[in-house]
């Protein structure tokens, strides 16, 4: 039995190996790149716009709302990264409609990779942000003792990222085949609804997960700037 | 009982273990989140959405404890380092 679609190669060559992970998440990358291209190239702003125009809005509008309610006040700059990870982790966990289809995130390489990602996102948004001592601060936040709780605290929940999104995903996979030999007419059916629940819910998670470390990382400059703002009112105040 | 007949037997054994124990406390943990979820939502309808919205993450967070539980039995059954080792 197969755990995960890394096992299907269809072309090795020393350390390069091409297998189904790899062709699919091109696949679905090339997928929703033309879609947007496409939908993107003739925008509107009448009162009539495009069916795609409108998904396409409320996707980006949707995912500013829940970037904000999280408490990065400023969502246009996180939405390229956290909007990627939430498109592409939802498409490629929707498209188990297909049959034979086989999602990429059901493999631990591309949950990894992902993680990875938000691994490294996190300090550069919050080195963006408030300058490198400043994102070095809070690894000494609230005490110096807390330091090495907070290295190993980066480290696994990187770990717990990827499993978590590998686990639920590749679950739902296995579930299908086993019930396909016990029961094979109605469960598997019931299964993959459920599968499209799941996979949305983790996608939401994933992305939700992402934008609250990067909020915890730069969330520092955003109370400087407060109090900055509270000084020259003072300072208005005191003037007039 | 060789090396195989051992591991194989121990892993199975251990991977039932796994799963159910893995099962069952999440299982609590999630009932009881639930139950309160549902109590403060009678209490205020009006913060429904938000009790809804964090709910579901904390739902899929818990569900992922039983989650990992369930990877570690499939890898004891499935691709056991230690079976393979021994095999090859």
Known sequence: ?240 | MDNTTIIAMVSIITAGITTGIGCMIPALGQGKSISTALSSMAQQPDASQTVTRTLFVGLAMLESLAIYCFVISMILIFANPFWNHFIA
């Open chain 1, 1 to 240: 039995m197969e755990l995960s679609p890394d096992e299907t190669i269809f072309w090795q060559n020393g350390f390069i190996t091409i297998n189904l992970t790899l062709v699919t998440t091109w696949v679905l990358m090339f997928v929703l790149v033309l879609v947007s291209v496409l939908v993107t190239r003739k925008l509107r702003t009448d009162l009539k716009i495009s069916r795609w125009q409108c998904i396409l809005e409320m996707l980006v509008t949707g995912m500013n709302e829940q970037i904000k309610e999280v408490g990065l006040k400023k969502s246009e700059k996180f939405l390229g990264f956290i909007g990627t990870l939430f498109i592409f982790i939802a498409f490629a966990n929707l498209c188990i409609i297909f049959p034979s289809y086989e999602p990429p995130t059901s493999s631990l390489s591309t949950t990894a990779a992902l993680a990875i990602c938000v691994f490294l996102a996190t300090p550069i948004f919050g080195i963006a942000e408030n300058g490198v001592l400043q994102y070095l601060k809070t690894f000494i936040e609230p005490t110096f003792i807390m330091l090495p709780f907070n290295i190993i605290s980066e480290i696994s929940r990187t770990l717990a990222l990827a499993v978590r999104l590998f686990g639920n995903i590749m679950s739902g996979g296995l579930i299908v085949t086993i019930l396909l030999s016990i029961a094979p007419l109605f469960f598997p059916v019931l299964m993959t609804v459920l599968g499209l629940i799941t996979g949305i819910i983790q996608a939401y998670i994933f992305s939700i997960l992402a934008t609250v470390y990067i909020a915890a990382a730069t969330e520092e400059s955003d109370k400087k700037k407060s109090r900055r703002k509270d000084k020259a009112n003072k300072l208005i105040v005191a003037e007039t």
